[in-house]
């Protein structure tokens, strides 16, 4: 077995009573763009901090080409970040900002001076070398701070939620920004972000944090068809959960009963299951056929149409089912049903067989 | 007098509201000064021999010296002892931080003259510091630590203290926690974080609580007349000395009056170094 590029094994920290990452382990590729994404408090950016050197874990090891770097101070990981907050020196010039890690490392003038005018053509603000912080825009001051962290050559680029604080057009500019970045110079990027449309466009791999604990590691594609919890299913994409009871069980499929008595048959279950336990069938909305007459027994359930709102390149019509529970089936601009259809009527929703899954409710 | 100005200028129709203060400065503050400065240059005959006489003696050289070694002296060892205590101060926690603040405010409005006589018997020859010194073995006969510039040194550093921690504290506690770690990211060690970082974003806070610890080190009397002895004498005590013991009115003016403008000038220089940093 290869030596994986950087290894976060079994990364463990605890405060006090509190757990705030426990046996994260994870390896990442060389030049992979790798994304930590969860809610705040999930243990991402305590694992970023580990990982900076600005925290010590209370177990595990981090390992970059096979050598752990735990007993590396930060200054000498050669570790590039960027921050949540805009953290350029604010008494520093744009050009000097850059130029800081190549000077703390006493290189040449003529060295410090080619590596500032490209790291700054990377980030497109060619000429911006003697304009102070404080007179630019938030985006560009990212864009410094992204040119800081890579104008010394970091094996592993940090990233933690460094476009949170600007406004969405930004925010998406940047995201371009930063995949041609990471095209173009073929670092490897670790991002943190709490926004799975971020993690989705950015990313070539998600970890899926929850309760300090990786849910799920995949490509995105992976993530969003095969989510392995209940937690990744509703964190990545919008579901529709269908509460029900398990009917039958036979390995790792399974049919559903609903309160209304319909049944669902042969889904795929997480989380194990026992007949009569409680859980829950996931329908993604632009998988859910709405139709007037039922489908085929067992991927099919009456609704009764609740709100219907057009918004452009689809129609979102908002349903419930006949247990009062509510959810909305997307249907594209075009569709038969649009404009034929209205509030109160009694239609039928079916799914393919194979995009339903279930999970059981531990 | 700085603040009244901006006040006119943000609203003329507060004027008169300000002129109870305006009066009580003009009457107690404007009108002595000009009277003194007038003394220096008529008393005891026109002209200004008082400030030939007095820029242009040894003697009198000797005590500008000594006012301005000292001054300087004091601004820089509080300025290295204050900047670590601000800085604890900044990233403490809020209970003893505000423990921390109690001790610096509490010695800050305890009376002078206390602090100071405390200080002469502390610095004595058979006082603490000696007996100290002498039981650790660092010194075999007791050193002379009062009626010289050392003793003059020591107790004024402690009374300016809060006043260079303050100023500092303030300036240090608005940078963010964060620039210190992109700067360690960067490669940076502690000594250059410091240097290249922390130190220049903190200097608006070095230099206004060095100019008042300045300032107010120029003028200071009480410490120096009663830890430095007649042999070292400053400014201060030298004006102190020309009215009242000599009724030398117009030699003390023009004292005063020298002191006054190095005030000034030092002032005008930190507005210009650092107002628009501060401002910014």
Request: charged share 15%.
């Amino acid at each position: 077995m290869t030596t994986p590029y950087l290894h976060i094994d079994g990364i463990r920290k605890v405060y006090g009573e509190v757990v705030a990452t426990d046996h994260v382990e994870l390896t990442i590729g060389e030049s992979e763009f790798l994304t930590f994404l969860g809610p705040s408090g999930s243990g991402k950016s305590t694992t970023l901090y580990i990982l900076a050197g600005f925290q010590d874990p209370t177990a595990g090891d981090i390992r970059l080409r096979g050598q752990s770097i735990l007993r590396i101070p930060s200054h000498k990981r050669q570790i590039g970040m960027v921050f949540q907050r805009y953290t350029l020196f604010p008494h520093l010039s744009v050009g000097e900002n850059v130029a800081f890690p190549l000077r703390v490392r006493r290189m040449g003038r003529a060295e410090i001076e080619e590596k500032v005018r490209n790291a700054l053509a990377l980030v497109r603000l060619s000429g911006f070398e003697d304009r102070m912080p404080s007179a630019m825009s938030g985006g560009q001051q990212q864009r410094v701070a992204l040119a800081r962290a890579l104008v010394y050559d970091p094996p592993v680029l940090l990233m933690d939620e460094p476009l949170s604080a600007l406004d969405k057009k930004l925010r998406e500019e940047i995201q371009l920004e930063i995949r041609r970045i990471h095209q173009e110079t073929g670092v490897t990027i670790l991002y943190v972000t709490h926004d799975q449309d971020e993690a989705l466009r950015l990313s070539d791999r998600i970890a899926v944090f929850n309760r300090g604990r990786i849910e799920q590691v995949g490509t995105g594609a992976e993530l969003y068809a095969g989510p392995a919890t209940r937690f990744v299913a509703d964190f990545i994409g919008d579901s529709a959960f269908l509460a029900g009871r398990l009917a039958t069980v036979s390995g790792n499929r399974a049919s559903l009963r609903f309160p209304d008595g319909t049944v669902a048959t042969d889904v795929p279950v997480h989380g194990g299951g026992t007949v009569d336990q409680e859980a829950e069938l996931m329908l993604r909305p632009e998988r859910i056929e709405l139709t007037r007459e039922p489908g085929p027994e067992g991927t099919t359930l009456p609704v009764t149409v609740q709100d219907i709102t057009f918004l452009g390149n689809n129609t979102t019509v908002v349903l419930r089912t006949g247990w009062q529970q509510e959810l909305s089936a997307r249907l594209s601009f075009g569709h038969p049903l649009v404009g034929g259809i209205g509030r109160g009527d009694n239609l039928h929703i079916r799914w393919q067989p194979d995009v339903a899954q279930a999970f059981a409710t531990p | 007098m700085v603040t009244i100005a901006t006040t006119q200028r943000r609203r003329r129709s507060g004027l008169g509201m300000a002129m109870p203060a305006i009066l009580l400065l003009l009457a107690f503050f404007v009108v002595p000064v000009v009277m003194l400065l007038t003394r220096s240059v008529t008393d005891p005959e026109p002209g200004l021999h008082n400030y030939a006489a007095l820029l242009g003696s040894p003697t009198y050289g000797r005590i500008f010296f000594n006012t301005f070694f000292v001054s300087g002296l004091v601004t820089l060892i509080t300025a290295l002892i204050a900047f670590p205590i601000a800085w604890a101060l900044a990233i403490m926690p809020r209970l003893p931080a505000g423990i921390l603040f109690a001790v610096i405010l509490l010695s800050m409005w305890t009376n002078l003259l206390t602090r100071t006589y405390a200080w002469m018997v502390m610095l004595q020859q058979t006082g603490i510091i000696n007996r100290m010194l002498q039981s650790i073995g660092l010194i075999d006969t007791p050193i002379q630590l009062t009626n010289n510039l050392i003793g003059v040194t020591i107790g004024m550093v402690y009374i300016m203290l809060p006043f260079m921690i303050l100023p500092l504290y303030g300036v240090i506690r608005k940078i963010d926690p964060a620039i210190l770690q992109a700067a360690a990211l960067c490669g940076a060690s502690r000594m250059q974080a410091l240097v290249r970082v922390l130190l220049p974003l903190a200097a608006p806070g070095i230099a206004s609580g060095g100019l008042m610890v300045f300032v107010m080190s120029l003028g200071y009397y009480v410490t120096p007349s009663l830890l430095g002895g007649t042999a070292n004498m400053m400014l201060a005590e030298f004006i102190v000395q020309q009215v009242q013991s000599l009724l030398n009115w117009g030699m003390g003016g023009a004292a005063a009056f020298v002191l006054l403008v190095v005030t000034l000038a030092l002032y005008a220089l930190q507005l210009r170094l650092f107002e628009p940093r501060e401002t910014r």
